[in-house]
């Protein structure tokens, strides 16, 4: 299963502090396609997960859907976020071999 960073957790958090968002709104990880049409990983803010949709159960600070579709490819990935003031990076790394979670 997708592991998040103590950072992408943050991160997690502050997307979902917006006071206007539903209880149970969460980051979604979908399938998409990038500006060179080659497929990528989207993310979106979501009032509720979609029907198949995984729970990934350490964003104890907002929940983290992933859509069926990129559950699998995700299995043994990291999510990590680099904050800079309001601005968030998401990115996406394998698990390290030892199991360490970076960040």
Do not use: K, Y
Not at 15 to 28: I, Y
Not at 80 to 102: N, Y
């Amino acid at each position: 299963m997708l592991t998040l960073t103590p950072s992408a957790v943050a991160a997690v958090s502050m997307v979902l502090q917006d006071p206007e968002l539903p209880d149970g709104a969460g980051l979604r990880l979908q399938g998409g396609v990038d500006a060179d049409g080659e497929a990528a990983v989207g993310l979106a803010v979501v009032s509720e997960p979609e029907p198949g949709d995984e729970l990934v159960p350490a964003a104890t600070q907002g929940d983290v859907f992933l859509a069926r579709e990129v559950a699998e490819i995700l299995d043994e990935c990291v999510l990590d976020a680099e904050i800079d003031g309001e601005s968030i990076s998401f990115t996406i790394h394998p698990q390290p071999l030892d199991g360490d979670v970076p960040g």
